[in-house]
């Protein structure tokens, strides 16, 4: 019987909402339900993939800055260009590819930050609803669950963000 009990309670752990306590921007503690295990585990899992994509991605970019021959970065008196106009376009494609690596290394940062979020506990709580939830949202202060899994990198739920971009 107790055995029977106890495999109940370890289901019901896994498809429950947790409480977790949040110190809020006023610094305030707060108990918050959060997400469940599975529900984080399928977020997490999300996260993992575009943190490998990205990585892939910023070993290609990596890839095209090295010169094939030396095995060092590219730079302005490359022996390939020729013609000035060639420099010209060979300096503006090594800017693409900076910025575009720039671009991926933060959005790597911000998959990192969520990674930590979720090991944390306060993974998925809009950080403008902590203190005064706005209920802009069913699931306020929660992040709906269909935002995270589009954006899981997100620290706030979409009616928030849309007017922080209206502002």
């Known amino acids: 019987m107790a055995d029977r009990k106890n495999k109940k309670t370890?289901?019901?752990?896994?498809?429950?909402?947790?409480?977790?306590?949040?110190?809020?921007?006023s610094?305030?503690?707060k108990v918050i339900k959060g997400y469940s295990k599975n529900e984080?585990?399928?977020i997490k899992n999300i996260i993992l993939e575009k943190r490998s994509e990205i990585i892939e991605?910023?070993?290609a970019l990596k890839d095209q800055m090295m010169d094939p021959t030396t095995g060092q970065y590219v730079n302005?008196?490359?022996?390939?260009?020729?013609?000035?106009?060639?420099?010209?376009?060979?300096?503006?494609?090594?800017?693409?590819?900076y910025?575009?690596?720039?671009?991926?290394?933060?959005?790597l940062g911000y998959l990192e930050d969520a990674l930590q979020r979720i090991e944390n506990g306060t993974y998925?709580?809009?950080i403008d609803c902590i203190d005064e939830p706005h209920n802009l949202c069913p699931t306020c202060p929660?992040?709906?669950?269909d935002r995270l899994k589009a954006v899981p990198h997100t620290q706030h739920c979409l009616q928030i963000k849309q007017q922080m971009q209206s502002k």
């Not at 289901?11 to 409480?19: F, P, Q, V, Y």
């Not at 490359?78 to 300096?91: C, F, I, K, N, R």
């Not at 910025?99 to 959005?107: D, P, S, T």
Request: charge should be neutral; proline fraction near 5%; aromatic fraction near 4%.
């Open 76 to 97: 302005e008196s490359s022996p390939y260009s020729l013609h000035m106009a060639e420099q010209g376009t060979d300096a503006q494609e090594r800017e693409k590819l």
């Open 124 to 126: 998925g709580i809009c």
């Open 99 to 107: 910025l575009w690596a720039q671009r991926e290394n933060k959005f």
């Open 142 to 145: 929660l992040i709906p669950l």
């Open 40 to 42: 984080l585990e399928e």
């Open 27 to 29: 610094k305030k503690v």
């Open 57 to 59: 991605q910023l070993q």
């Open 10 to 25: 370890k289901a019901e752990s896994k498809n429950s909402r947790k409480e977790v306590s949040v110190v809020s921007p």
